[in-house]
């Protein structure tokens, strides 16, 4: 075991409020593909694809129900659940709309862009949350309707019990993010912050780690590629987010009495 995994084991362990701060990069290795990375979301539907392949619209837009359905969570997202049941992790701040950290068991996710699989009501403003399946059943159903229509589509899910029209609870771009309070408050308050899988480009979220860093928590970040917050980071670890946080994780076993 490297020194960087036994300094970031040991900034674990020595940790009684720590918060991990997720992105796209998290849910790679549960086969979603992240957004900016080649082969990603931007390049399948950027405005010149969109142009010059109408036609692929909706069969990219099929093949990423089909993605998601397939998605199930990986040794990173567990990692984390693992930290809750340690008593060490209290919250999730998460910029992912994929439901995977809720799947593997944390109780404390903050979704400051919402999650696919729950409806919002235009006229109320309730929410509910519906089951993987019967989000993506949905879905794919208009998907499949013989003219692709945009807003049929945005009105997959059921009307809501006031009869006001639903849409799916994810924050579009010029969008309000949802949380943020609560995210601001679980940055400034932990003393370390777990950065897995994000570019950190996507604001005003990107600005949580280093609200963190002011009120001296300390910051380990994993990614395979950049270290996207290299002005600020304690220790940075080069590696997917499943396989460091395993290895981090039993490097802490194997430390703890
Ligand atoms: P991003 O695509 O901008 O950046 C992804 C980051 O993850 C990169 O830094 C990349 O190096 C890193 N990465 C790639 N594979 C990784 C792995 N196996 N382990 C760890 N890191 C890995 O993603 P972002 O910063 O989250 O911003 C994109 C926005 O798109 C977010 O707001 C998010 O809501 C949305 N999005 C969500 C999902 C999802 O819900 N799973 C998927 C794609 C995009």
Request: include cysteine.
């Amino acid at each position: 075991m490297s020194e960087t995994y036994e300094k970031a084991a040991a900034l674990i362990a020595g940790s009684k409020r720590a918060v991990g701060f997720t992105g796209a990069g998290i849910s790679a290795e549960s086969g979603i593909p992240t957004f900016r990375d080649p082969g990603g979301v931007w390049d399948k539907f950027s405005v010149s694809n969109l142009i010059m392949r109408p036609h692929k619209i909706r069969q990219n837009l099929l093949e990423a129900v089909d993605t998601l359905e397939a998605a199930e969570v990986n040794p990173a997202h567990i990692a984390l659940k693992d930290l809750e049941d340690m008593g060490i992790l209290k919250v999730v701040i998460t910029q992912n709309i994929d439901d995977l950290h809720n799947m593997a068991g944390n109780t404390n996710v903050i979704e400051v862009h919402g999650n696919l699989y729950r409806s919002r009501c235009k006229s109320c403003g309730r929410k509910e949350k519906l089951t993987r399946d019967q989000a993506l059943a949905r879905i794919r159903a208009r998907l499949k309707e013989r003219f692709l229509n945009p807003i049929r589509l945005i009105r997959a899910y059921p009307r809501c019990r006031c009869g006001g029209k639903t849409r799916p609870d994810v924050v579009n771009f010029g969008e309000a993010v949802q949380g943020l309070p609560e995210a601001y408050q679980a940055s400034v308050s932990c003393d370390l912050m777990i950065i897995l899988g994000t570019s950190g480009k996507v604001y005003p979220c990107a600005k949580l780690p280093y609200e963190a860093k002011k009120r001296n928590a300390k910051i380990i970040e994993i990614n395979p590629t950049e270290n996207a917050f290299s002005d600020i980071t304690d220790v940075f670890i080069r590696a997917k987010a499943g396989e460091g946080m395993t290895m981090l994780v039993e490097e802490m076993r194997r430390g703890s009495p």
